[in-house]
């Protein structure tokens, strides 16, 4: 794990959930698996601290524990999950484009909880929908309900692990910790709920108080007990991967859209939403679809004839980019999408655009020729990209040094003597998109610093004692005005 991606973590946690949180996150980051009696000592904190800020990351899956074979337990934290919360903003955003208000409500209140059981999520979603009508309107809970059943049935949320059912041995200790464990079948069901009510609107302080102290009077006259939810100690949480493919099949089918027509698109488009579900997050390409299930499966929109088709998807099947492939001849001919060859093909194209912003076209000239050709010495890059020496030398130089082409030496003598040996250039596209990822995260990581700044620089009229920054305010920020909206402020 890099410095960056350990400063943009730890930026994330303070943002999101304090500096206690902050302080448990960044010893197991920079630490790796720890015991509870570890992290007490790192961090300098309360024992109570440290497992409440441990119940925080475990509730929002921000860290996994595991049993260790002497019956301690530890903790270890998940770096690639806390970065994932840069991507909230666009999940949400994503469920409100796909399921509307309901949706975007629902995996807003997820995410801001970790996970929710269904009933309570309705619940929630229905009440903040009443507050936004207009005095009189109120949201059924069975449109909130069908609007999450449609994202589980999408795949878009699914069941969190439980402590399986299996009877012990009372005479056996009980484990350390649980072990969670849920069927792949179990995944995405939806227990059977009859949610029938409105969402309430907020009432005043007074009223809710008269309402909390008749609930706990007419609690009492029946014994203190109140009935659980029926679907308690089922929880539900966002699936991550399910809106990462959905991010990688715009990407694809956009790609094909600019690079052939919107019918070549829509055809992609149909293979990928056929195939989103029974596609795992990181085959290498979708299941097979024949040409007579595709041609059933397309919009009404598009009246275009079985001959038709099958010339789109043999034009598709012939392109160098390789975006879809053809398997086999039965039913009028298979076809997948080649989801990492066309993953692959997007990174170089963001690569090149890359180069040609920051170099300039004769740059990624050379760098396009240097993809094409694999491996070429200095003298042929400028026989090939017909520009001058001292200019190839120039750029080629500059490539070098920010990492976005590599040189490899093939000695012809053991002594690797300079007069002996050939200097070849070469681009490693896996490595440079790895170096541009690192850059983006430590741009974030600024970002985020910056309103921290910001904000601690600020002073508060209100504040008797509050004093001046010591250093000059930064362009636009006002001493005095109200505090920004943070990046991310519903969490």
Not at 41 to 62: E, F, I, N, S
Request: proline share 7%.
């Amino acid at each position: 794990m890099t410095q960056a991606e350990l400063r943009l973590c730890s930026l994330l946690l303070q943002e999101h959930f304090g500096e206690i949180v902050e302080k448990v996150g960044n010893s197991l980051l920079r630490t790796g698996p720890r015991p509870l009696r570890l992290l007490v000592g790192d961090t300098g904190l309360l024992p109570d601290q440290v497992k409440k800020a441990l119940c925080v990351l475990l509730q929002h899956d921000l860290v996994r524990y595991e049993v260790q074979p002497r019956g301690s337990v530890e903790y270890e934290a998940r770096s690639e999950r806390i970065l994932r919360i840069l991507r909230y903003p666009r999940y949400i955003y994503t469920a409100k484009t796909l399921y509307g208000d309901p949706g975007e409500l629902l995996v807003e209140e997820l995410l801001l909880h970790g996970h929710l059981s269904m009933s309570c999520a309705v619940a929630r979603v229905a009440d903040r929908l009443t507050e936004t009508m207009e005095d009189g309107k109120t949201m059924d809970y069975a449109e909130v309900s069908g609007t999450f059943v449609r994202l589980a049935d999408t795949h878009f949320i699914r069941r969190c692990p439980m402590v399986p059912e299996n009877p012990r041995n009372a005479a056996e200790p009980p484990p350390p910790a649980p072990a969670l464990a849920i069927a792949e079948r179990d995944m995405y069901v939806v227990p059977r709920l009859s949610l029938a009510g409105k969402g309430k609107r907020r009432r005043s302080c007074d009223e809710e108080e008269e309402d909390g102290q008749r609930k706990a009077k007419r609690q009492k006259q029946e014994g203190g007990s109140s009935e659980p939810p029926p679907d308690d100690g089922i929880y539900w949480q966002v699936n991550l991967e399910r809106f990462h493919q959905h991010f990688r099949d715009q990407a694809l089918v956009s790609a094909v859209g600019s690079r052939m027509d919107q019918t070549s698109s829509e055809v992609v488009r149909t293979m990928l939403r056929m195939s989103e579900v029974t596609t795992a997050s990181g085959a290498s390409h979708t299941q097979p679809l024949s040409s007579n299930e595709i041609f059933r499966a397309l919009p009404a929109g598009y009246n275009i004839g079985k001959q038709v088709l099958d010339q789109y998807l043999a034009l598709l099947a012939d392109d160098p980019l390789e975006f879809v492939g053809k398997s086999g001849d039965s039913g009028g001919g298979t076809y997948t999408v080649n989801l990492h060859k066309a993953l692959a093909s997007l990174a170089t194209a963001t690569l090149e655009s890359i180069v040609e912003e920051r170099f300039g076209s004769r740059c990624a000239r050379i760098f396009r020729l240097l993809l094409r050709k694999k491996h070429l010495e200095q003298k042929q890059v400028e026989d090939f990209a017909m520009i001058p020496a001292k200019e190839a030398k120039d750029m080629l130089y500059r490539m070098l040094s920010e990492n976005l082409v590599s040189l490899q030496e093939i000695p012809k003598t053991p002594d690797h003597a300079p007069s002996r040996t050939f200097y070849l250039y070469t681009v490693n596209v896996a490595a440079a998109a790895r170096m541009l990822l690192h850059r983006c995260y430590k741009v974030s990581a600024q970002h985020l610093n910056v309103g921290h700044s910001a904000l601690s620089m600020r002073e508060f009229p209100g504040n008797p004692g509050g004093t001046a920054p010591s250093f000059p305010v930064p362009p636009g920020v006002v001493a005095g005005a109200p505090s920004p909206r943070p990046l991310m402020g519903f969490l």
